[in-house]
């Protein structure tokens, strides 16, 4: 992990927020007065849990899990997503930079495989700051920047030299589906530059043998992944959601990322979509992805030659996938 990273006032941070121009949505709230932007948010940092989590990628729970923290709020608000309550700013507790700085410390005393910022992008100036802190403080594992793609490449260079590992969605390349389902019909082409810029950050895939398991006292988690799951060190990995009756969008999504990236990163491709009662009156939503469906999807992965790919397999559109977003960590 990079250690050069310059050291910047957090003041100089804060002004990220008189105007926010943070996300591609512009809305340029004075979150620093107050304001709340597009995300919902003023600039008070607000999580809703920060924990041990199982069910991220193999290489990126290994055995121990993820050292998750979920923030609230989110620049997509996409209609049917599964983390909606906090995605809505309704659920979460209010922390201080200094506070979270101890949350990664302590995430990394339980013996997390990493640290995983789950929907950061609203907070990514003080984020940047608590990585800083923490890694004074001896944060030494990878750094996870897991977000719905929807980025700005301003923004993101903040976070170079602090990040390791790129999570993000690619969503759709579809205007109207985008428009339909996140609000936001200009998401591929600023995603297809916050994808280039992550990448232009952390480079290839780079892989290391986790070292036997050493946790402090208490009951570990029951293990999701063999204990030598390779973990990821440095890299991308670009999530994509099949949704019900896209898998056309999701081969398009699938071509452009095989066409720009190769195999120098991973591509996990889910099926886990779940109905929620958000999407009853939307008939296409309104049931799960079928085998068939995912199953097409995956048969244009092999025949786009793609290596480095994740699938599911079985029944995992459940609820196990969503966390009880309990405040627990905080």
Known sequence: MSDHHPRRSYQDLLQHYTSCALCPRQCHANRLAGETGYCGQSMRLRAARAALHMWEEPCISGAAGSGTVFFSGCNLRCIYCQNHDIALGQTGKEISVGRLAEIFLKLQQKG????????????????????????????????????????????????????????????????????????????????????????????????????????????????????????????????????????????????????????????????????????????????????????????YCLRLGMENVYIQEGDVAQESYIPPFDLSGL
């Open 112 to 299: 997390a495989a990493n640290i995983n910022l789950v929907t950061p992008t609203h907070y990514l100036p003080t984020i940047a700051y608590a990585l800083e802190q923490a890694r004074l403080g001896g944060l030494s594992l990878p750094v996870v920047y897991n977000c719905g793609g929807y980025e700005s490449v301003d923004a993101l260079r903040m976070l170079e030299g602090l990040v390791d590992i790129y999570l993000p969605d690619l969503k759709y390349v579809s205007e109207e589906l985008s428009a339909r389902y996140s609000h936001a019909e200009d998401y591929f082409p600023k995603a297809r530059l916050a994808l280039a810029e992550m990448f232009r950050q952390v480079g290839k895939l780079m892989f290391y043998e986790p070292a036997a398991p050493s946790r402090p006292s208490g009951r570990a988690p029951a293990a999701v992944y063999p204990p030598d799951t390779p973990l990821l060190r440095r890299g991308m990995i670009v999530r994509h959601l099949v949704l019900p009756g896209h898998v056309g969008d999701s081969k398009k999504v699938l071509h452009y990322l095989r066409d720009t990236f190769g195999n120098h990163i991973y591509v996990s491709v889910m099926c886990q979509y779940t109905p929620l009662h958000l999407v009853a009156d939307i008939p296409e939503l309104s049931r799960r992805v079928t085998p068939a469906e995912y199953q097409r999807v995956v048969d």
